[in-house]
């Protein structure tokens, strides 16, 4: 055998074995991902936290109104800013922050669920203000499964920023 064709034929061996090593350890890498949040059924208390996330975010939203007709400040006051510093804030000022804070948080992750995930959520909180199933939206055909779908999308975003356990 020519010793050329040799060095070729093992050179070419290590190649496919990093090749199949590389591609197994990315393979292995993103099984264990999909592990993390796939597969496992939702606990009850990871439900039940996602919910009360779900309502704080509800009602932040539902509690917006847009500025609309005069300024709210005199031309004369216009540059001026009240001392910074919650010297004299109560504990429901805090509590209403934190809700603030929180219900912006979760804003957040629910705008990176695709429309029709985000519908499904919606729909649910509407449903659940007014105690009966009486909103639904035409394009979602089951819309229990498609709020538990959202949820279980929306569980690793929440993770990831910390609002969830």
């Known amino acids: 055998m020519d010793p050329e064709r040799v060095l070729m034929r093992k050179q070419e061996q290590q190649q496919r074995q990093h090749a199949r ?3 197994g350890k990315q393979e292995r890498e993103r099984e264990g991902i999909e592990a993390l949040f796939e597969g496992k059924p939702m606990t009850q208390d990871e439900s039940l936290q996602i919910e009360e996330l779900l309502e704080t975010w ?3 939203e539902r509690a917006y109104l847009p500025a609309l007709g005069a300024p709210r400040v005199s031309v004369s006051c216009k540059g001026h800013e009240p001392e910074k510093g919650d010297t004299h ?4 000022d805090r509590d209403e922050l934190l809700e603030r804070i929180t219900a912006e948080a979760v804003e957040a992750c629910v705008d990176e669920l695709p429309v029709m ?4 959520i919606s729909v649910h ?3 659940r203000t007014t105690r009966q199933a009486v909103h639904r939206n035409p394009r979602i ?7 538990q779908e959202a949820k ?3 569980w690793p975003k929440l993770k990831r920023k910390g609002l969830v356990k």
Do not use: C, F, V, W
């Open 89 to 92: 804030a109560t504990g429901s």
């Open 125 to 127: 909180m509407r449903n």
């Open 141 to 147: 055909e089951d819309q229990h499964r498609a709020y």
């Open 58 to 60: 509800y009602r932040y």
């Open 21 to 23: 090593s590389k591609q």
């Open 152 to 154: 279980m999308a929306l």
């Open 117 to 120: 995930q985000r519908a499904a």
